[in-house]
Structure formats: structure tokens, C-alpha cells
């Protein structure tokens, strides 16, 4: 699994017309599942997620997760991070998982997250989708599990 965490002061998610979720001080977190993916790789990504100290203290050093701020996340799935792009000119995503693997893995991934008690809005599997966000910082960290 791969993901890309952007801290954010806020972000939303439409498709369409239609936002479909909408979020204040927090995560977004763009989610690629790579064939193979299972549990444990879920478990290492949600835990890093979430204890990311990437929040500024009292004297303003990044020194909080969001789980200390009680702040938002919102995870949209995105299989292009999976991108081999080292031959030719046409990206390959020969290693993302199956759509109805990923999709999955990524709704368990969301369930992990708001089992925490925080707000967690989603993207919309699949669909053509306009993700706003005023990146914090910027922050912008990728973290792949163990097994990437």
C-alpha cells in the first residue's frame, strides 16, 4: 500500500456536481492498494496515519497526530500512486490490485480509521472525482507499508 498524507486546514471531495465530503483541520490521504495488500499492511498504514506527529505543539514544532488534535481525515482512493512510469512514455498500473480487491481493502481501511471516533470522509471508489484541499504547511508526506 502506498499513501500520500497532506496536512490540511481544510479539504472536500466532489463528483459531479455533488461534494461528497467535506473536512476542517486534518489528513487527506490518497490511498493506492497494490496487489497483495491484505491486513497487515492495512494495520501498519492506519497506525502510521494516525500517530503521525505532523501538528504543531504549543510551540509550534510538529509534535502532534491527529489523533491529539481530534481533527479530521478524509481518504480517497487512488490507484495512479501504484505508477511505473521508469519505460516509455504510458504509465503502467500493472501493480495496483483488481478494482474489487482494492475497493475492499480501502473500505476496511476507512472502517480502521473510524473506529477511532474521528470524522472520516471518503472519495467515491472509482469515480472521476475533484479533490480540493488548502495544504497546511505544505505538509506532504508518502508512506508505503512494509511490504512495498
Not at 497532506?6 to 497494490?34: F, M, N, P, Y
Request: negative net charge; contains cysteine.
Amino acid at each position: 500500500m502506498r499513501a500520500v498524507v497532506q496536512r490540511v486546514k481544510r479539504c472536500s471531495v466532489a463528483a459531479g456536481d455533488e461534494v461528497i465530503s467535506r473536512g476542517g483541520e486534518g489528513l487527506l490521504v490518497l490511498l493506492g492498494v497494490q496487489k497483495g495488500d491484505g491486513a497487515g499492511e492495512l494495520e501498519y498504514l492506519a497506525e502510521k496515519i494516525l500517530n503521525l506527529r505532523v501538528f504543531p505543539d504549543e510551540e509550534g514544532r510538529m509534535n502532534r497526530s491527529v489523533l491529539d488534535i481530534e481533527g479530521d481525515l478524509i481518504v480517497v482512493s487512488q490507484f495512479t500512486l501504484l505508477a511505473d512510469t521508469r519505460k516509455g512514455r504510458r504509465p503502467s498500473f500493472a501493480a495496483a490490485e483488481e478494482p474489487e480487491k482494492a475497493e475492499s481493502i480501502y473500505e476496511r481501511f476507512v472502517e480502521r480509521l473510524r473506529d477511532t471516533g474521528l470524522e472520516v470522509g471518503t472519495g467515491s471508489f472509482g469515480a472521476m472525482m475533484l479533490v480540493s484541499l488548502d495544504n497546511w504547511g505544505p505538509v506532504t508526506l508518502v508512506i508505503d507499508s512494509p511490504s512495498r
